[in-house]
Nanobody, 116 residues
Framework: QVQLVESGGGLVQAGGSLRLSCAASRNILSFKAVGWYRQAPGKQRELVASITSGATTNYVDSVEGRFTISRDNAKNTLSLQMNSLKPEDTAVYYC??????????WGQGTQVTVSS
């Protein structure tokens, strides 16, 4: 059983920064890809950023240049550095991991609220 535990959410003013972390219960490089999704009230969950086992990164257009995804292979952690935050970034952020057999794992989510 894989566990993903997020931390680092909170309340921040527009223009501020937050750093999210996700601790995986097993070798993070064993996953085909890991990433961050978010879900705002009344909206569908969307991919924010991802990184493959080969270190290829992908970002949704709305966060490109503001958010940076990274991982620490030795600590099996995934991070999301979020700068220049906007009210529209307010959402519950979820850590996600996909293995090579098509199984998807989710963390419990962490709330990010950006005030205007």
């Amino acid at each position: 059983q894989v566990q993903l535990v997020e931390s680092g959410g909170g309340l921040v003013q527009a223009g501020g920064s937050l750093r999210l972390s996700c601790a995986a219960s097993r070798n993070i490089l064993s996953f085909k890809a890991v990433g961050w999704y978010r879900q705002a009230p009344g909206k569908q969950r969307e991919l924010v950023a991802s990184i493959t086992s080969g270190a290829t990164t992908n970002y949704v257009d709305s966060v490109e240049g503001r958010f940076t995804i990274s991982r620490d292979n030795a600590k099996n952690t995934l991070s999301l550095q979020m700068n220049s935050l906007k009210p529209e970034d307010t959402a519950v952020y979820y850590c996600n991991a996909d293995n090579i057999w098509g199984t998807t794992y989710w963390g419990q989510g962490t709330q990010v609220t950006v005030s205007s």
